[in-house]
Nanobody, 122 residues
């Protein structure tokens, strides 16, 4: 079974920065995509950024230029550096992965982390 464990988050002042990290563990065969989603109070979960094993990276428009996603294909980790944080960035941030694992290495599954809260407030 594959697990995603997140760390980071907390209270940040407007204009501040913080970093989220996520580590994948378990019987991983192919960790195709690692990414971050977020869910603000009263809103639907939305994509923040994704990083594919081959190097492709995507961002939600509202975070372009402020957030940077990076992954380590050896350690199976992904990080999200968030700068110039604004109150609208307040949300629970979830690590997300698309992967295959042993013994069924042909079937892709989606795995979620437990979420970590980022609150942007003065």
């Amino acid at each position: 079974q594959v697990r995603l464990v997140e760390s980071g988050g907390g209270l940040v002042q407007p204009g501040g920065s913080t970093r989220l990290s996520c580590a994948a563990s378990g019987n991983i065969f192919n960790l195709s995509m690692l990414g971050w989603y977020r869910q603000a109070p009263g809103k639907e979960r939305e994509l923040v950024a994704t990083a594919y094993k081959g190097g492709e990276i995507t961002y939600q428009d509202s975070v372009k230029g402020r957030f940077t996603i990076s992954r380590d294909n050896v350690e199976n980790t992904v990080s999200l550096d968030m700068n110039d944080l604004q109150p609208d960035d307040t949300a629970v941030y979830y690590c997300n992965a698309m992967l295959t694992s042993y013994p069924d290495v042909m079937t892709y599954v989606e795995v979620w982390g437990q979420g970590t809260l980022v609150t942007v407030s003065s």
